[in-house]
């Protein structure tokens, strides 16, 4: 449910069947049951679309879009399709006259052959299937923050859409990186070689009631202690209402094909404070703290050690991860702000407030 309200007011640039995605067009949503899909068909639903269609997998609990469209009055109305992005018919089936595409969608396969088949030969073959169909007018392209490099950036630089992406994320040991470096790169090249209409967006960490677990970026879950590297890094949050609306606006704002926007809320919060917050209102445990260039001289040791032990203990914590999650950068939403007219509704105080709320319903 919303942090603010049930109903959120329409939040279109322009309406009527002259707007560049009419309410009567079909509209498909990937991953429409996952913690930011089903806010997303909240939003649609609120703004006035009401010819959606929600993909899901087979073994997907329908609990979240179900309540969703119990709340919008539309239970039974909103076309549910199961099926897998790995398979050419299920896309075929799924593009079926779809004007605009929310593809949120993804692998989180440890391998990075599993991320590579799961994320970017799944967007494959829901892109091909969508440009066959000859209805497409948008794609979008749920990317992430994942994919940037911080490594040319001084202490506290800031991070946008033109800074350097991963260029090794086998060394940085991270497959979901990979993934998204991959569907990133398969959805520009369809764009240049095939006409695609796409724009990408790049969440960075979404948080909100029903989230499981904590970002590796506020710290690390491990050894049945909850271990915090620095402190003073600034988390790119996003709450999740504010990132549905911001991907909701780049389906349906005209005049932006091709472009890519990071989605980061305005206030900066680091993971010390966001880590104190969180256990104040959702739930208390146990935390380490260790010092940033500690954890960075650790995380070399344990790289060399990596490769003297050929590959026997993965190098799960290494230098282009620790400076990717825990290095103190800051973030910047300039664009996105600028060309989609989005600002976060929801403040960082009052999500706090949403997440205790849903604790203690």
């Known amino acids: ?3 603010e ?4 007011p329409a939040v279109s640039p322009a309406t009527g069947a002259d707007a560049f995605i009419p309410r009567s067009a079909r509209v498909l949503v990937t991953g429409s049951n996952g913690f930011i899909g089903a806010r997303l068909v909240d939003q649609l639903l609120a703004d006035g679309y009401r010819q959606l269609r929600c993909f899901v997998r087979p ?7 179900r309540e969703v469209c119990r709340q919008h009055g539309v239970e039974g109305k909103v076309e549910i399709v199961a099926g897998d992005l790995l398979s050419r018919a299920d896309c075929e089936r799924a593009a079926e006259g779809v004007t605009l595409v929310h593809h949120l969608a993804a692998g989180f396969d440890k391998s990075f052959a599993g991320a590579f088949m799961n994320t970017a030969l799944a967007t494959r073959n829901l892109v091909e299937a969508a440009l066959a169909k000859g209805t497409l007018k948008r794609f979008v392209n749920i990317s992430s923050f994942a994919v940037y490099s911080n490594r040319e950036l001084a202490w506290g630089g800031t991070l946008d859409e033109t800074c350097a992406l991963e260029d090794s994320p086998v060394e940085r040991n991270d497959a979901y990186c990979f993934g998204k470096l991959k569907q990133d790169e398969l959805v520009e090249r369809y764009g240049r070689e095939r006409g695609l209409p796409f724009v990408t967006l790049r969440p960075g960490t979404v948080f909100g009631p029903g989230k499981q677990g904590l970002s590796g970026r506020v710290g690390i879950d491990t050894f049945g202690t909850f271990i915090q ?4 890094n600034i988390v790119p949050l996003t709450f999740v209402d504010n990132c549905a609306e911001a991907i909701f606006l780049a389906g349906i704002t005209p005049g932006i094909d091709g472009e890519t926007f ?6 900066e919060v680091t993971a010390r404070e966001f880590l104190n917050a969180y256990r104040r209102h959702v739930r208390s445990f146990r935390v380490v703290r260790v010092p940033y260039f500690v954890a960075y001289g650790m995380c070399a040791l344990w790289e060399k050690y990596s490769r003297w032990s050929q590959g026997q203990l993965p190098p799960a914590f290494n230098r282009r991860r620790c400076r990717a999650e825990w290095k103190r950068t800051r973030f910047s939403n300039r664009r996105i702000r600028s060309r989609l007219g989005w600002q976060p509704r929801v403040s960082v105080r009052a999500a706090f407030a949403a997440m205790a709320a849903a604790r203690n319903s």
Not at 5 to 8: E, G, I, L, T, W
Not at 59 to 65: A, F, G, I, V, Y
Request: no cysteine; charged share 35%.
């Open 1 to 3: 449910m919303p942090a």
């Open 59 to 65: 073994s997907s609990k329908l609990d979240r879009l």
């Open 262 to 267: 990071n989605v980061v809320d305005d206030e």
């Open 5 to 8: 309200s049930k109903s959120r």
């Open 229 to 232: 590297i620095g402190g003073s």
